[in-house]
């Protein structure tokens, strides 16, 4: 156990921060998962008998407890502002997460597949300004596997658009 809090049903029994529950009415606990199933089949009121290990007993070496008491529900406002801490925590946690992560190549190009969906509705938009403009959208995606490249993916959006045949170069206007 991390933690046993004052008065808790676990420190009335005599369980201590860093003991370790082995057995709950003579069921042998792995971890906290087994730990919780076996709560769970309980309700308030029942009597349990739990062994624990102590790391350090009287004498210094591990001790073996044997502890019997009832089990106690506990306070729900208590439990309910810790899950909802907990959920808020985990989502903060995701956020995080999202935000630290570099996208992978596979985001990357989930990215350039949006945008090609969305170039359409980009061009119509385009005609209703401009009906007799033109336009072109040049993305350029270099993928390299030299591992001692500086930048081992390279996009360019916004690349120059490629001349047309027997046409003087195109320049971009000037503001």
């Not at 069921?27 to 102590?54: F, M, N, T, W």
């Not at 509705?121 to 033109?134: C, H, Q, R």
């Amino acid at each position: 156990m991390l933690r046993v809090e004052p008065n808790s049903p676990a420190a009335v029994m005599g369980l201590a921060a860093g003991d370790r529950i082995t057995l709950l009415d003579g069921k042998a606990l792995k971890d906290q998962d087994a730990l919780a199933a076996v709560i769970g089949g309980k309700k308030p009121g029942d009597k349990i008998e739990i062994e624990a290990v102590r790391a350090r007993g009287k004498d210094g070496l591990p001790e073996t407890l044997k502890l019997s008491g009832t089990l106690q529900e506990a306070p729900k406002s208590r439990v309910g502002n810790l899950g909802n801490q907990l959920a808020e925590l985990q989502a903060r946690v995701g956020e995080l997460n999202q935000k630290s992560k570099e996208p992978t190549l596979a985001e990357v190009l989930q990215k350039l597949q949006d945008i090609e969906k969305d170039l359409p509705k980009a061009a119509e938009a385009f005609k209703k300004v401009y009906p007799n403009g033109e336009f072109r959208i040049v993305i350029s995606l270099e993928i390299t596997s030299d591992k001692t490249a500086k930048d081992p993916l390279a996009i360019d959006v916004g690349g120059k658009p490629a001349p047309k045949p027997d046409a003087a170069p195109v320049e971009a206007p000037k503001p």
